[in-house]
């Protein structure tokens, strides 16, 4: 099945919209601001089409993110996700277990920009802005994570892996960074630490010049 949303305006007290199971989620050119997190919800093998929206939220109430994608797959093209007014968000984007793709999107003013964790996911990361964060990207568990031309802007660090001195885990703590990642022209300026931790061994791409 496959619910389509285009041009619309969700103003909502609670979850904007949510789906389960094998359902196919379109929304276009649409804003969405609920008092409650998620703003958008899909799990348990759906998959989402996001294209030129804006998600907003004023309460971290309900967890998980901005945008929630649980066993599921998505492909983001020019959305912005930022809180609404002063509101502390820690997620804007939550990846667990799926596929998503994430093209010319801007995420700004929120604890993460995106978090993914496995097992079974991969995370492929062209042309978007993350500025003005704690954290920009931070890639958990197995997950796979290809990233180019991406900028990091204005942030605590732009690129983090759940590892320690990052991370306080245990050795067999399932959200270690036991993925893999690569990619090539990231911008990485003005952030308190590029990427954490320093004593990873990133791809050469990753790397300042000296």
């Not at 979850?15 to 989620?25: D, F, H, P």
């Not at 954490?196 to 790397?207: I, M, Q, T, V």
Request: charged residues 20%.
């Amino acid at each position: 099945m496959t619910v389509s949303l285009q041009g619309i305006w969700a103003d909502s007290a609670g979850v904007g919209v949510r789906t389960e199971g094998e359902v196919r989620l379109e929304i276009r050119a649409s804003w969405m601001y609920t008092r409650v997190m998620p703003v958008v919800l899909v799990s348990e093998g759906g998959t989402l089409v996001l294209e030129e929206s804006r998600l907003s939220a004023t309460s971290d109430a309900g967890g998980l993110g901005l945008l929630a994608l649980l066993s599921s797959d998505a492909v983001l093209r020019k959305n912005l996700l930022i809180p609404f007014g002063e509101a502390s968000i820690p997620v804007a984007l939550y990846g667990s277990q799926g596929e998503y793709t994430l093209v010319d999107n801007e995420f700004a003013f929120v604890g993460i920009g995106a978090t993914f964790l496995g097992p079974s996911t991969r995370a492929f990361l062209s042309g978007n802005y993350f500025r003005d964060m704690v954290t920009g990207v931070a890639l958990a568990g197995e997950t796979n994570a290809t990233l180019l031309a991406n900028v990091f802007r204005y942030n605590d660090v732009g690129l983090l892996l759940y590892l320690p001195p990052c991370v306080s885990l245990r050795q067999d703590d399932p959200l270690r960074f036991r993925g893999a990642i690569e990619g090539q022209d990231n911008v990485f300026e003005s952030n308190d630490a590029d990427l954490c931790p320093e004593g990873y061994p990133w791809p050469e791409a990753f790397k300042k010049s000296p």
